[in-house]
């Protein structure tokens, strides 16, 4: 079936540390993939996304590449900064419409100044 | 960005009890969801709803029922809560039809059930 798995957390760095948590996913067809960000006391929000093979999605210094070859959406930012702590939640889509996309567990990011 | 609005924030109620979450949007999306966020969970889908005549079950609609009230409104109700039912509930919408629009989510109640 489709699922997904993400690197557990939580993940604690110092600020302007490099930062990669790892997703992973496996999924029919060609699924659009997002990560969504979960800042303290509110809700989710949409960070970055890709639709297609090789697309790079960004937003806010994040990255993350859509690799079909591995199945696959890495997070990536090159230094992170104290404002970045927050819940990360990888998010596959693979059905033709955004009734059922696939949560990660989520990763608890902590920086410390 | 007050697009989804969730009330209550926040609730302590005892089992038993009949429980309403209220969800309003003013995005003019069709689609609307709601979800349980659980620690180390994820979220898990409960219930969505395509238009004002469609209610679909997610995932764990076990012990829960929705209204579609309005385009704008889509309320969860726990008919007789129990304590494994507390958790952080979100309401989210999406434009829909298709796989690449995210979702969009209000900022969540926090249901304590003792």
């Known amino acids: 079936g489709n699922s997904v798995t993400q690197m557990e957390g939580p993940v604690t760095l110092s600020e302007e540390a490099f930062l990669t948590i790892n997703c992973t996913y496996t999924?029919?067809?060609?699924?659009?993939l997002f990560w969504y960000v979960q800042y303290p006391g509110e809700g989710l929000q949409l960070l970055l996304k890709?639709?297609?093979?090789?697309d790079k999605g960004s937003n806010k210094g994040f990255e993350a590449t859509y690799r079909k070859e591995t199945t696959s959406f890495h997070l990536e930012k090159g230094s992170v900064q104290v404002s970045d702590s927050a819940v990360y939640f990888c998010?596959?889509?693979?059905?033709?419409?955004?009734?059922?996309?696939?949560f990660g567990s989520g990763t608890r990011l902590s920086i410390r100044p | 960005d007050a697009d989804v609005t969730q009330t209550p924030r926040n609730r302590i109620t005892k089992t038993g009890k009949r429980i309403m979450l209220e969800c309003s949007q003013t995005?003019?999306?069709?689609?609307m969801y709601w979800y349980r966020q659980d620690p180390g969970l994820g979220l898990r889908l409960i219930y969505y709803s395509f238009d004002v005549k469609d209610i679909n079950k997610g995932e764990i609609s076990d012990g829960y029922s929705v209204s579609r009230q309005a385009q704008a409104k889509f309320s969860l109700s726990l008919e007789s809560a129990i304590p494994n039912q507390t958790a952080l509930y979100f309401c989210?919408?999406?434009?829909?039809?298709?796989?690449?629009?995210?979702?969009?989510f209000g900022d969540g109640t926090r249901l304590s059930i003792l």
């Open positions: 890709a639709t297609k093979a090789d």
């Open positions: 998010a596959p889509n693979p059905y033709s419409s955004a009734s059922k996309i696939i």
């Open positions: 999924a029919t067809g060609y699924p659009s």
């Open positions: 989210a919408t999406s434009e829909g039809p298709n796989s690449n629009q995210p979702q969009h």
């Open positions: 995005k003019g999306h069709d689609r």
